[in-house]
């Protein structure tokens, strides 16, 4: 097959990616392209365009993370562009900090379960107001939650 100049399939290694990075503190900052908005580091992997870090994940962990495996890829810095392998790492969606729920704007399908779970069976006056305070979300958003008026697809697979 005819492959066009520059197209083919960029290879990397973790020592590669590391060779990259600029050190910073504890972490090493990519020194290639970054997101304009996230400031994550971009980089073409294959024939993808893809954050430096979901590589480094896919490299170190040699598996990819999904929304549908229920993990994903974090980091233990606040560096958007960190690229130390180091700092990389695969976690359980619904242990990352609660925090991230309101801020990712979605729930995972356990943590849904989990929160229907105690509404129902340790329901006491005020228990939305608590879970709502613990998950970081509005009261009206987590009694929606509780009431099955959103998330609705995560009852049909009780
Ligand atoms: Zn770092």
Not at 68 to 86: F, H, K, L, Q
Not at 114 to 119: E, G, S
Request: hydrophobic share 30%; glycine share 8%; proline share 4%.
């Amino acid at each position: 097959m005819r492959q066009k100049p520059g197209r083919k399939p960029k290879e990397w290694t973790l020592e590669q990616i590391v060779a990259k990075g600029r050190p910073f503190n504890d972490c090493l900052i990519w020194t290639g392209g970054k997101h304009s908005q996230l400031g994550y580091g971009m980089m073409r992997y294959k024939t993808k365009m893809r954050t430096v870090h979901s590589v480094i994940a896919e490299i170190k962990y040699g598996t990819k993370p999904t929304k549908y495996t229920g993990t994903r890829v974090s980091r233990t810095c606040n560096e958007p562009a960190c690229c130390n392998p180091e700092h990389i790492v695969i976690v359980d969606a619904g242990s990352l900090q609660r925090g991230n729920a309101a801020e990712r704007g979605r729930f995972t399908d356990e943590e849904i379960k989990d929160i229907r779970n105690r509404y129902d069976n340790e329901y006491y006056w005020g228990i939305v107001s608590d879970l709502s305070k613990e998950y970081e979300v509005k009261p009206n958003h987590m009694s929606a939650i509780c009431r099955r008026w959103i998330y609705k697809k995560v009852e049909q697979w009780k």
